[in-house]
């Protein structure tokens, strides 16, 4: 067994990762879970928090980068943490091809107040995205907290009104990823740089 | 469906928690990556961090409390990040349960110059319980990247030798647990108080 080391430096518009990440979307598209990630922040304090969180799917945003996306309840301790420190790393296992991506990177909360017309559209359709039962969360009392009483009336609904304010859609711009396959140990690792492109920080492959 | 809410601020020695999980470990002991977990922490700049890591299992500690045990590399960035600030919070995702599990505490890294005797005893536990492959990337020259040459040697040695200084041992103390159930948003909050005893802080049942 030998090691190659790919080439440092080589810049891309699109990072190599992601080419990865959508084959190991593919691979676990059936997967019950496939589609969950742990997302790591900060409190105010400086502790860290994670939570398992379920992505969304990726969007282009109007700068021309890319965003991968989540929702939040407005009242979820997520949502303080992020708004005193943007800062985050998201980890994506897949169990069924022993991959991991480390992906570190900023949030953005698209809010009901939001004033960016893009904004506004994306978190809209995001909202009528989402199934009634997930909906029926946002109106809850408490945000986690099963209400039966708005059960029905989201139902009655249709579920095809405005988003509630406690409906957030978060964005997150990837600044660092690092992949790591453990059947191997192959290994990619890659940073978004201001100009836009994506700079391989290294790539080992066996 | 009516919601009970458990009596608050009842004390136990263990706590709840631990109960749940080890029926939620058995439901998933069959399943590959199901001691996969996820540990966020933060580095000198207050940057989170997280990454996937494999639960070593419980150990009592000598002060009476319980610590979750893991490995890493000495030379591995949350090392680091571990020694500058001891805050954590690890996330257990069971995905055949839908449950998880959010343990924040502090960390402990057992080194090769730990001079207590418990902790050098249960270090040297943890690495003869390890297998030879995975003695063998504490072997290699840089943490992560594999080394054909080493391969062999730690086979020959028969992996009954001391420990080296690039293997860590890493006991997480729990202070706080949440735990959710994603099929009926059933919770529970527990915290560890310093007399040693685990305070229930909340609990819906559904």
Redesign the interface.
Known sequence: ???TQAEHGRRSQQGQWMEKVKVSIASSRAI??GN?V?????DET???????IVFRGFVALPSGGLALKMITDARSDKVSQIQH?R?????W?F?QT?E?Y?I?GHLELVAADSTSPWAVAARSEQWNALSDTAKQQFFWSKP???D?LVASSVANEGGHGLPPATFLLVLLQPSIVKY?RLS??A?LHEAFLPDGTWERRSS?Q?
Chains 1, 2 share one sequence.
């Open positions: 067994m030998t090691s019950r879970g969950y742990q997302l790591a922040t900060v400086g502790q860290p928090h994670c939570r398992t420190n800062s985050c790393e998201m980890v296992w169990s022993s991991q480390r570190a986690g907290m099963y039966p790591l191997d140990n290994t080992i066996y």
